[in-house]
């Protein structure tokens, strides 16, 4: 299963994204292609204690769901998922995009951060299926960023 844990699923998804411009078209979803760079950064920036997130999780999120997703080889559902407030940019959560380039640097080098320091996530809860180990917050990392990445096409 791919995983920010693998190098080489690291580098694809880098590629991709690196292919993402700011008139990158959407083809679900209302976020631009600039609003999705800092939603990006900002989903994972709350695996650390700098973004506060709210705790949506229940029993199913917890267990049925939180299997579904993370294990269940199929790509996410288009338009299905709920963002978190705190980090939905359409209703003006998260990061304001600033310089697309700019932007888009801070998220590899949280990406890059992600993958290589077991730091990221430690003891943190993921808001919908609450404790995760690193190895499951890896796992919704690289499917997070794939599900945004189809979303423009990448």
Not at 10 to 24: G, I, K, W
Not at 117 to 140: E, V
């Amino acid at each position: 299963m791919k995983s920010l844990a693998s190098r080489a699923d690291v580098d694809a998804l880098l590629r991709r994204l690196l292919s993402v411009r700011v008139d990158s078209v959407r083809r679900w979803g209302q976020m631009s292609a600039h609003q999705m760079i800092c939603h990006l950064r900002d989903a994972f920036l709350m695996g650390t204690p700098a973004v506060p997130v709210s705790d949506a999780s229940h029993v199913a999120n917890r267990t049925i769901v939180k299997w579904i997703a993370l294990y269940v080889p199929a790509p996410w559902p288009r338009g299905r998922i709920k963002t978190r407030p705190e980090i939905d940019q359409v209703l003006g959560g998260g990061t304001t995009p600033a310089q697309f380039a700019g932007d888009v640097a801070a998220l590899v080098a949280s990406l890059e951060a992600v993958a290589s320091d077991p730091r990221f996530f430690d003891g943190r809860r993921h808001p919908i299926f609450g404790r995760l180990s690193r190895t499951a917050w890896l796992r919704w990392g690289y499917l997070h960023v794939d599900h945004h990445l189809r979303q423009f096409g990448a």
